[in-house]
């Protein structure tokens, strides 16, 4: 009779953040190989992962703070690193070595910088928001407007469109707009609305999804600002009403 083998549930969410870790890896080798849609694709996996591991550890009641730093390094890979090397092959390769690469760190370091002061902020206090845009949702929308042209046009899209995008979205990372969290399920009006975009999403990326991904992200994006608007005069009240803090027992171990 064969033992069984017992996977502690521990070791659950880790798996989930290792294969984040893992698809980044592979979307920095496929980037510079000149393989860019299979990079972008390997980008959009890697966040699956990276939106699964922690509603894991808090399902099981795993979370440690050994978690939320590797769930930051793997989040500095996979959605700051491997961004950077997919707009560097994709954008400004033939420019000056050195203008090229400061362009291509731009959202490097604001991806860096986001996810530290998200550790620095981090409280026991859930919050059903991000403070700034989070650096999945920046992969994601560079990964999907590379395949959106890809699909369109035959091309990773026009650099004079790209590039002024990409400094929008490492702005809007190190900002203080307040972002939701796609995978926080509250109470009211509001989470109905997030669960009914979120089905209606998840249909149509099902028939279209090379053509749907890129609007949805960029909607996700305006909603930033669309927030902004209607908050205005908290914010003359309240400074940094928009600075939102990360909830550091919500992440894995």
């Avoid at 939320?68 to 997919?86: K, N, R, W, Y």
């Avoid at 860096?112 to 994601?140: D, I, K, M, W």
Wanted: aromatic residues 12%.
């Amino acid at each position: 009779m064969k033992p069984k083998v017992r996977v502690k549930k521990q070791a659950v969410p880790g798996v989930l953040t290792f294969v984040n870790l893992f698809f980044g890896f592979l979307a920095i080798v496929q980037a510079s190989q000149g393989r860019i849609e299979n990079a972008c694709w390997l980008i959009l996996a890697a966040s699956l992962f990276d939106a699964m591991d922690g509603p894991t550890a808090r399902a099981l009641k795993v979370t440690t703070p050994f978690g939320v730093e590797f769930d930051s390094i793997a989040d500095v890979v996979s959605f700051c690193t491997a961004p950077a090397v997919l707009i560097y092959f994709s954008f400004v390769q033939d420019l000056h070595p050195l203008l090229a690469a400061a362009i291509s760190f731009v959202p490097l370091i604001s991806g860096a910088f986001r996810l530290a002061r998200f550790n620095q902020v981090a409280t026991g206090t859930p919050s059903p928001f991000y403070s700034g845009l989070p650096s999945t949702a920046f992969a994601v929308t560079l990964s999907a407007f590379v395949i959106f042209n890809s699909r369109l046009l035959g091309t990773t899209g026009d650099p004079r469109i790209a590039l002024p995008l990409v400094l929008l979205l490492s702005m809007l990372m190190v900002s203080h707009l307040a972002y939701p969290k796609l995978t926080y399920i509250g109470k009211g009006w509001h989470s109905r609305i997030k669960v009914i975009f979120f089905l209606l999403s998840l249909a149509a990326l099902t028939w279209w999804r090379s053509l749907v991904l890129f609007p949805l992200t960029m909607m996700y994006v305006i909603g930033g600002f669309i927030r902004l608007l209607f908050n205005h005069e908290d914010m003359e009240a309240n400074p940094r009403p928009m600075w939102i803090t990360r909830n550091r027992k919500g992440r894995h171990g």
